[in-house]
């Protein structure tokens, strides 16, 4: 299958501070692809700038044409997706809102046939009783599952996941993880970064380390798991594990 989504050579500036350096990879339409890595090691700069929101150099294609210079919008009318770290959904929008906003006012979308989606997808991710509800009155984990619906309106053909239970009382976790298990069961492309390792090891495709800004290794989860070859990564894995 070809590649939808192409990272040739990704660097990332802040001021003097270079958060990713060199960052190849490619996904094929029905992978999951994991980064791990520790606190500050680029993992956000990375999937940042391949939903357009940072400035970076290299090359990102997304379906063969360049990501530069597109808006985050435009990229979403195409079917990339990111659901941010935290919760992120509109605070003064019900659930529904929520959900129909994006797909009627950038696919053009009836709202009955946006209703029928949302409700349909609200199903998917568990919360068809919370339609009416205002994002105050959900748990984190509500609102992150309301978040993956509201991402999953725009019918994407990938979905990047910032730390999606990063925010999460443990408790809440399990219900999140449940839900992106599920997509990915469906075959969902999905770039996730993530500090849950079981997950990381039950679901990806593969799996990649990055450390200071560099992909130090890459995978399969049962082989950077059980047997990393890079000394860095059996560190890290040594005091996540
Ligand atoms: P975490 O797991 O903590 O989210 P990460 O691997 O996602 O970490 P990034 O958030 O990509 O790492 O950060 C990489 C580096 O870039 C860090 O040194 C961070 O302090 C720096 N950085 C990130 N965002 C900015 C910004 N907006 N301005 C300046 N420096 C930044």
Request: net charge neutral; glycine share 10%.
């Amino acid at each position: 299958m070809s590649d939808l989504l192409t990272v040739n050579q990704l660097s990332v500036h802040y001021g003097g501070i270079q958060a990713v350096r060199d960052v190849s990879f490619s996904v094929k339409e029905g992978e999951q692809t994991t980064l791990i890595g520790a606190n500050g090691a680029g993992k956000s700069s990375t999937v940042r700038a391949i939903t357009g929101l940072e400035p970076f150099s290299g090359e990102i294609l997304f379906n063969g044409k360049p990501i530069r210079k597109r808006r985050a919008e435009s990229l979403l009318r195409e079917g990339l997706v990111m659901v941010p770290e935290g919760r992120g959904i509109f605070a003064r929008m019900t659930v529904l809102e929520n959900l129909i906003m994006a797909p009627m006012s950038l696919r053009g979308m009836a709202r009955a046939e946006a209703t029928h989606l949302a409700e349909e997808l609200l199903a998917k991710v568990g919360l068809s009783d919370k339609r009416d509800a205002w994002p105050s009155s959900l748990s984190g984990g509500q609102q992150q599952r309301v978040a993956i619906a509201r991402a999953l309106a725009m019918k994407p053909s990938i979905m990047l996941f910032d730390e999606p239970t990063s925010a999460l009382d443990p408790e809440l976790v399990g219900d999140v993880l449940e839900v992106m298990k599920n997509l990915a069961s469906e075959g969902m492309t999905m770039v996730i970064v993530t500090h849950e390792m079981g997950f990381a090891r039950e679901v990806a495709d593969r799996v990649i380390f990055i450390d200071q800004g560099v992909i130090q290794e890459e995978g399969k989860p049962g082989q950077i798991f059980s047997a990393p070859s890079n000394p860095r990564t059996a560190a890290f894995l040594s005091k996540v594990l």
